[in-house]
């Protein structure tokens, strides 16, 4: 019962092109029109300069042969590098460290993803092919409706009716902007959309795949959901990373054999659905992933490790429209910030306090004799209040000695600073503080998470299957790692499939040592062979 779909290798360094136009008009055809044709449209490219700033010049050659780039980091990269980092009517400075930092950031992310649906369709012999009779065409939506086990979007999960949702919007922002012949906004929001697909529809909804009811409607809607997401971004990146999409289109709809369009390069480009676009989910969903990169960002800046639990998270909202949904995701919000409690406040200022600080060497010479008015005034202002004016009008407006005077990012900076026992992190929608107290039970926890940690890389290193069982010894003197591993034994064999844990050496298994938290640890692990 395992899946056909089971290439998964990368083919980001892949530059033979495989595509034909085979729309080519007879050779005797007469034009339509009398030439010349008058353009409608045209883009003014700007210069291509090398490294060092100069116009790029065989003399100086201060550029790296192209055929260098494709055998090193393929085409795609070159490719996404041109359409993604700049405005094409403005001067391209060439940069190889740019093209190399393309890979991991747009090309490798979807790839990930691509790679996670591949290996769990196989353990779980999702056949899409199987599912759908007939000719499957261009494997639509529409076509895919016809697949056993596929849920009209509306009676799916929160989480899939949100990706198909960003999925449609991504579709019509990329026809809006290539239609406008901006490459450039389009290839954002392509990024944007990828960051969605890798770091929160997937991350968030791994378990839903490692559920051992193969037909269960919720792990048939998880497949069903990622399959026409990457079915539909195969062919919305095809104009930009070609080979890419052409290997991931062959892969995903080859299962289907001829009842399927051979080449994505041979479909139609996507069309939007409005229908399925929910834009409060939308609205709502932004503000929750807000939060939590608030919260890592906070997290990072007090140098907190992601894996040590914290005891709770407060947010202010700076509106409390959405506050009532927010709170029955509070489990979600808990997990992806790993704390224990979340809790919702009105002021910040029982966490933070406001640096408000004029740039005096811009404002003096415009303002004049004002300034020593508008300083006062500002000193005495609300700091979070001229924080959200800056964030989201832009401009903070003040009335002093009855004239209007406007400050902008640039004249006003307002920081933010956590008082002690708090780390905090802010946007125009939110202030996100972390408490950063740590009691013993909350370290002993880290310490079972660091252990986690390295029992999965020591999985990686026996090349253990996704779904191999194993046994796990841990041996060490500290009485505080032995307390952290009896509370912990629970989650520490649930992350890692281990059918236990021993405190004794495993025989037949090699002792690898570790230094955690400052005391030795001996990792071994045994493979247990199916029964």
Known sequence: ????????????????????????????????????????????????LGEDGGKMSKSKRNYREPSQIFDRYGADALRWYFFANQPPWSSIRYSEQAIKDSIPEFLLR????????????????????????????????????RGDGYRPPAERSELDRWVLSELNRTVAALIERMDAYDNFTACLRLNEFADALSNWYVRRGRDRYWSSDKRSPDKLDAYWTLYECLLATSKLIAPFTPFLAETMWRNLAGVFGGRAVESVHLCDYPVA????????????????????????????????????PLARVEVILAKDTHQAWLKAHDDLLRDELNVKQVEYAEQAADYITYEVLPN????????????????????????????????????????????????DSEDLQVRLQAKPGWAAAHLPSCVVVLSTDLTPALVREGLARDLVRLIQE??????????????????????????????????????????????????????????????????????????
């Open 273 to 308: 659905d409005p229908a399925v676009v929910d834009d409060l989910l939308v609205e709502r969903m932004q503000l929750l992933r807000e939060i939590a990169s608030l919260g890592r960002k906070a997290r990072m800046d007090a140098k907190l490790k992601v894996r040590q």
């Open 110 to 145: 979807l790839w990930n993803v691509y790679s996670f649906f591949v290996i769990y369709a196989n353990i779980d012999g999702f056949d899409p092919a199987a599912s759908i009779a007939g000719e499957a065409g261009q494997l639509t939506p529409a076509e895919l409706a």
């Open 458 to 531: 020591r999985r990686k290193e026996l090349d253990c299957q996704y779904t191999d069982r194993i046994q796990v010894g841990l041996v060490t003197e500290s009485a505080e790692l032995r307390q952290a591993i009896e509370e912990n034994t629970e989650y520490i064999c649930g992350e890692t499939l281990a059918l236990g844990l021993t405190a004794d050496p495993l025989e037949g298994a090699v002792a690898v040592e570790h230094d955690l938290a400052g005391s030795p640890l001996q990792l071994y692990v045994l493979t247990v062979p199916a029964s």
């Open 1 to 48: 019962h395992r899946s056909p779909i089971t290439d998964h290798r990368s083919p980001i360094t892949d530059h033979r092109s495989p595509i034909t136009d085979h729309r080519s008009p007879p050779r005797n055809a007469a034009p339509s029109h009398p030439f010349p044709h008058p353009f409608k449209n045209c883009i003014v490219l700007g210069l291509m």
């Open 360 to 407: 005096f060497k811009r404002l003096g010479p415009r303002l004049g004799k004002l300034m020593p008015k508008v300083k006062q005034h500002l000193s005495g202002a609300v700091g979070s209040l001229l924080l959200y004016e800056l964030g989201a009008p832009g401009r903070v407006s003040l009335e002093v000695d009855g004239q209007r005077v406007e400050l």
